[in-house]
């Protein structure tokens, strides 16, 4: 099949990443994907991969949608995958004068799924946010409409990467950008909690930020300066590196729709120390796949580490489930399947 991938919008954080995996996953079946963007993603890289650029001022712009009509008279493709509200009103608003009508997805990346509704169907990276949209839609409209759930991929690590026990003292790991969402300030507290108890936790608190400072800062005034590291940003190879001296990998997320470092970490075999915001619990499940800790509040996670540091066994178990989820859910593979079949019957259904 041939398959218009489109972005509009700011898509500088999930985005875009989201719109080259699905273009790699489905590549990978043989279908042609032609790439398409708005001139607000410029600064955004598509790799080796040729992408048009078609400019676009608003959700009503009559000028872009006539270009878009003449994109896909075109292109003739198959179906049309958009990954933001103003792509699909873009491309709906091109089609309301062609006799014929080419099918768009919408792939749901937020919980501000309003403009997305007026597509034919829908790839929702979470079971909430499938909920969000099927709930502004009427019965009718959802009789009609195909819905899948699909997560975010990620890529399994080219080495076995299997459980390991914990080791002493336990190293928890984040990769992060230092910002107050991403609940590093929470994890920081943890390891100075239990620092007061005299349980030695090491943190590698990577990534950089505009709060980084004030982390840095937190540290010091705690005192824990001997147990925790800032490397500030790491490449690929750094990154390997950190996942191998840690026993922990803490996304203990404040406000975040599905982090994909839990899916990175259940690939690398590692226990996830996760917060119970909505996003996260789309994918940890509390004791089985990860320990859940209550959103922001470090005596609780700090509580969490240290059950996990006396019950060895039951960390080990929570990290083999979570490497057993990543190989049969949500590593490329799988995700691709899920990508080639939904597609498949969203044209066949619209045919």
Request: glycine share 6%; aromatic share 6%.
């Amino acid at each position: 099949m041939k398959i218009i991938n489109t972005v509009y919008g700011d898509a500088t954080c999930g985005r875009w990443q989201a719109m080259l995996n699905i273009t790699d996953t489905l590549e990978q079946y043989g279908h042609e994907v032609v790439l398409l963007r708005g001139t607000e993603n410029a600064h955004l890289s598509s790799g080796n991969r040729p992408i048009h650029v078609i400019a676009n001022t608003g959700f009503y712009s009559v000028r872009a949608a006539l270009k878009i009509r003449k994109f896909i008279e075109e292109q003739k493709p198959d179906v049309i995958i958009a990954h933001s509200g103003k792509a699909v009103w873009l491309f709906k608003n091109a089609m309301l004068t062609m006799g014929v009508k080419v099918p768009v997805i919408a792939v749901n990346h937020s919980h501000n799924v309003k403009r997305t509704v007026r597509a034919d169907a829908f790839i929702h990276i979470t079971p909430h946010i499938q909920h969000l949209v099927k709930s502004r839609l009427t019965d009718a409209q959802n009789s009609k409409k195909m819905h899948r759930v699909i997560s975010n991929l990620m890529h399994l690590p080219v080495e076995p990467a299997l459980p390991q026990p914990l080791r002493e003292p336990v190293t928890v790991a984040m990769l992060t950008r230092m910002i107050p969402n991403k609940g590093v300030h929470v994890l920081i507290e943890a390891i100075h909690l239990l620092n007061e108890k005299n349980i030695q936790v090491k943190a590698i608190l990577a990534g950089d930020g505009e709060n980084k400072a004030e982390y840095e800062k937190m540290v010091k005034d705690f005192k824990i300066e001997h147990l925790v590291q800032f490397p500030g940003w790491v490449n690929a190879e750094q990154k390997y590196e950190i996942y191998h001296s840690a026993d922990m990998m803490a996304i203990p997320s404040l406000n975040d729709i599905q982090p994909l470092g839990i899916l990175d970490a259940f690939g690398w075999g590692k226990v996830v120390l996760s917060s119970d915001h909505i996003g996260p619990l789309q994918v940890c499940k509390h004791r089985e796949n990860a320990w859940v800790a209550k959103v922001g509040d470090a005596q609780d996670l700090a509580n969490g580490i240290e059950y996990l540091i006396q019950h060895p066994d039951e960390a080990l178990k929570i990290a083999l489930q979570a490497k057993k989820e990543a190989l049969e859910i949500y590593c490329f593979d799988q995700i691709a399947k899920e990508h080639n079949a939904f597609v498949h019957q969203v044209v066949d259904y619209f045919k």
